[in-house]
C-alpha cells in the first residue's frame, strides 16, 4: 500500500530565509508525486507534480520539489520565504489508475517577519 | 468558471441526524473524489468515482454512501451522523487518474455534536 510521511509537523522560518520541507513515499512502482498548499480555511492548491523525466520540478510561486528515488523522498524547497507563504503543506502520492491521492500528515509553516 | 463547488460550507448536525453534501464540477471532468481532513491525519479518500453512474470506496468508507447520477455532481451522504464524522470535507475532480492532477473544492466544515 501507499503511503507518504511528512517528518516535521510544525516549521518556523524567518521571512526571507531558506525553506525546505521533507517527504518521504512509499509505492510499489514509479509514483506520481504532488505538493499542494492550504491556506487557512481554504482548499487545496496545487504547488507542483512530478510524474517522470527531470527530477528537479519546478512549480508556482517560486517553489520546487527534487525527487530522489534512492531516498524515497520528494523534498519541497524555496530559496527565500515571504510572510504569505504561511500555511499547511501536504505531500501526496497519487494513484496511477483512478488518481486516488494518499496523503502525509501535512507540515505548518510559520513565517516570522 | 467556478471549478469545484461544495454545499453547503458549514453544517451543524446532531448525532443520528442525516445529511447531503453536494459536490458540483463545471469541468466535464470524469473522476471525483471524496475525501475528509483531520488535524495531524492529512486527507482520506472516502469514496471516489471514475465516471457517471458508478462508485467505489476508499481508505475510510464506513458510515457514508455516495452517489454519481449526473457527471458534474458527486453526493456524499451520512445517513446516522456521528460525532466522530466532525471533519472537513473536501471534494476534487479530474480528467483521468494518474498524470492528471485534481482541482479540490473549498471544503465543508461539519460538526456532529
Known sequence: ??????????????????????????????????????????????????????????GIKGFEAEFKRSQSSFNLRKPSVHWSDAAEYFCAVGDASYGKLTFGQGTILTVHP | NAGVTQTPKFRVLKTGQSMTLLCAQDMNHEYMYW????????????????????????????????????????????????PSQTSVYFCASSYSGGRVSAFFGQGTRLTVV
Request: hydrophobic residues 35%.
Open chain 1, 1 to 58: 500500500a501507499q503511503s507518504v510521511t511528512q517528518p516535521d509537523i510544525h516549521i518556523t522560518v524567518s521571512e526571507g530565509a531558506s525553506l525546505e520541507l521533507r517527504c518521504n513515499y512509499s509505492y510499489g512502482a514509479t509514483p506520481y508525486l504532488f505538493w499542494y498548499v492550504q491556506s487557512p480555511g481554504q482548499g487545496l492548491q496545487l504547488l507542483l507534480k512530478y510524474f517522470s523525466g527531470d527530477t528537479l520540478v519546478q
Open chain 2, 35 to 82: 475525501y475528509r481532513q483531520d488535524p495531524g491525519m492529512g486527507l482520506r479518500l472516502i469514496h471516489y468515482s471514475v465516471g457517471e453512474g458508478t462508485t467505489a470506496k476508499g481508505e475510510v468508507p464506513d458510515g457514508y454512501n455516495v452517489s454519481r447520477l449526473k457527471k458534474q455532481n458527486f453526493l456524499l451522504g451520512l445517513e446516522s451522523a456521528a
